[in-house]
């Protein structure tokens, strides 16, 4: 496949996610899906603030308690007593951010989401034409083995034959 027609194939394949995604986000309840807002948010808000400051990242809680760089000894001293911690406190992920550093722009969001479909729809037609290759190159390789292993077995057949009608005479 040449390199025109893959990215074709990868524009109209991201065309086609990006209308999918937008159906599934906006008409479907595909988007909502599991996704629940916290009852009492403000209070939980405003201790996070205090809490985490500026420190943006993808927090577990509740950790091992063991702090940035521990040691192989404190984790596995940590990890004894966190099944204890877990079933004692609330857990879960939290993905934070501080106020104001992630403004909503939908222009970009919508650009980056296309992007990330077309590249996907690329990537995924470039694989299979090199799958759909190596399928093509085994099967030619699958061929002329049995083309070789059925040149040979008329022979071994006549062979044995010939020592059949030999033994028989």
Known sequence: MTTTRIVLA????GIAMFIWSSIAHMVLPLGHAGIRELPNEEPLLAQLQIGLGNK?????????GVGDN??????????????????????????????GTRPLTFGKLLTVEFATEFLEATGRNRNQCFLLELVRVS??????????????LPLCRSRRRARLTKERT
Not at 141 to 150: E, F, S, T
């Open 70 to 99: 521990p040691t192989r000894e404190q984790e596995k001293e940590a990890m004894t007593h966190y099944a204890e911690k877990l079933a004692n406190n609330p857990s879960g992920i939290l993905m934070y951010h501080p106020a």
């Open 10 to 13: 990868g524009l109209l394949g």
């Open 139 to 152: 099967r030619r390789l699958h061929q002329r083995l049995h083309v070789y292993a059925d040149c040979r």
């Open 56 to 64: 943006s990242g993808l927090y577990l809680f509740p950790g091992l």
